[in-house]
């Protein structure tokens, strides 16, 4: 390939994938490729694919028929198309990949996509080239970083990867067999991060991994911290008004972390917390490594940390030998909390899993009834805080211009979208709004004055059980 190449990234799954396609186009555009939207135009497209969905696997192959077809369009034009599948599905499914789907030039794993300037090259020279190792090089280190103008398209809010890995096995989950076992960044490599993403304008920031709280990177002293201590040391930076962290662990919720709500004003009242189910005989069958108990005390001392706290959580209905009782507890769970929003799937087994070979597998109608059931116990709750929210002030980060002209749009404390009139020139400030309306997903409000102005309130809903649906895409973690 010569001259100015185009380089298409298109990203499934979660937060942990919209990183790594960025640190991807990072990387390549110091190979001269530039980002397109247009998969026709790529000289080449990379699918960065998610493993944590049921046939995972199949969508991506059927993705790869249409590529097919976009890469014999481009032959007819005389222009050749590189196709690389990367991610999760990549290292599960490695050369596998190549056989079913001779379209695919590259597979490369999670852990070794730092390497692709010379995959590619290798592509080049005809070979079809499988990379699904774990190597035992940085990572991290050995990416690009964006240029100040890549950070600035990418927006206000930015997401950071502290941590990646899994060593806790839950018996349902495929994280621990495609991401590795736990790894931290050093702690300085993400503070010089953060400061270049301030630079660049960005207000917020999000510490990413799949068990996120397990942190303990090394420290500028050679000792490891912890996310509670790194998370001081970042709100420290410059430009940076505003931090969260996910997806987190029940059982890694220690000490520091906990009195890091208490302490850092800039650490937002909301945390997912994954709980799966209510029933302590689920959660042993899931390996999930603590108890209800454990869990609600965990809630508790959050709420006491800081008291407007609002969480989420995910939830596995049927999961194998769920009896009525069992989720019984997870309904009842869920009224103990009050969460602010939930992500709720059917159980589904995931080849390779330790979960996949249990008897007592749920009748799928059962599974179904079961979702339902929880979803209206969480949307009932949603729709209460959101009322609760009407006629409150709170700090809204705005983050992007709405869908119509003169709206803007940004995110509560607790996550929420919320859209005001205002200009584009308020992108990147904090503002605070009263909500006036509300609809199913959105709050809508007028601004009324920069922080700390009259009327501006620290949070709106002190000791009170906010809840949302959750924007974000699903994270396989914690
Ligand atoms: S569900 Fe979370 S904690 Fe459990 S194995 Fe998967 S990534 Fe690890």
Request: net charge positive.
């Amino acid at each position: 390939m010569s001259g100015a190449r185009k380089v298409h990234i298109r990203s499934f799954g979660c937060q942990m994938n919209v990183y790594d396609s960025h640190r991807m186009a990072d990387t390549l555009a110091g190979e001269g490729y530039a980002e397109t939207a247009a998969a026709g135009d790529a000289d080449l497209i990379i699918l960065n694919t998610c493993h944590i969905r049921e046939k995972a696997a199949e969508k991506v192959y059927s993705e790869l028929g249409r590529m097919r077809r976009l890469k014999e369009a481009a032959a007819r034009d005389g222009r050749r198309i590189v196709v690389a599948v990367a991610g999760c599905v990549a290292q599960a499914e490695g050369a596998e990949i190549i056989r079913r789907a001779p379209t695919v030039d590259l597979v490369v794993g999670s852990q070794s996509f730092q390497r692709l300037p010379a995959l590619l090259a290798r592509v080049e020279r005809g070979d079809a080239v499988v990379d699904t190792e774990f190597p035992v090089e940085g990572k991290f280190g050995a990416l690009k970083a964006p240029s100040p103008q890549a950070t600035r398209a990418r927006g206000v809010s930015a997401f950071v990867t502290v941590q990646e890995g899994c060593d806790k096995f839950c018996t349902f989950c495929v994280v621990p067999y495609t991401r590795g076992a736990e790894l931290s960044r050093p702690a300085a490599e993400i503070v010089a991060e953060v400061a270049r993403l301030a630079e660049a304008g960005v207000r917020e920031v999000t510490l990413i991994g799949q068990n996120v709280n397990a942190y303990h990177g090394v420290g500028p002293g050679g000792a490891p911290w912890t996310l509670g201590r790194l998370l001081h040391r970042v709100a420290e930076v410059p430009g940076i008004a505003r931090l969260r962290y996910t997806t987190s662990h029940p059982g890694d919720m220690e000490a520091s972390l906990i009195a890091a709500h208490r302490d850092l004003a800039g650490l937002m009242p909301h945390l997912h917390l994954p709980v799966q189910s209510g029933s302590d005989r689920i959660l042993a069958a899931m390996n999930r490594r603590h108890t209800r108990a454990q869990y609600l005390r965990t809630i508790e001392r959050l709420r006491q940390a800081r008291p407007d706290m609002a969480f989420s959580s995910d939830f596995i209905v049927g999961f194998p030998a769920e009896s009525e009782q069992d989720f019984g507890a997870t309904l009842s769970l869920i009224d103990e909390v009050g969460f602010a929003g939930a992500y709720s799937f059917k159980y589904s087994a995931r080849p390779g899993t330790p979960a996949a070979e249990l008897d007592q597998q749920v009748a799928e109608d059962v599974k179904s009834e079961r979702l339902q059931r929880l979803q209206r116990a969480i949307d009932r709750q949603q729709a209460a805080f959101n009322a609760r929210c009407l006629g409150r002030s709170f700090e809204v980060l705005f983050e992007r211009t709405g869908r119509y002209p003169g709206q803007i749009v940004g995110r509560s404390p607790y996550l929420q979208p919320v859209q005001v009139p205002g200009s584009a020139a308020s992108i990147g400030e904090i503002g605070t709004v009263t909500i006036t309306e509300l609809s199913a997903n959105s709050l809508f409000g007028s601004l009324v004055g920069k922080p700390g102005a009259p009327g501006s309130e620290r949070g709106p809903l002190a000791g009170e059980r906010p809840r949302r649906r959750d924007p974000m895409p699903a994270e396989p973690g914690g």
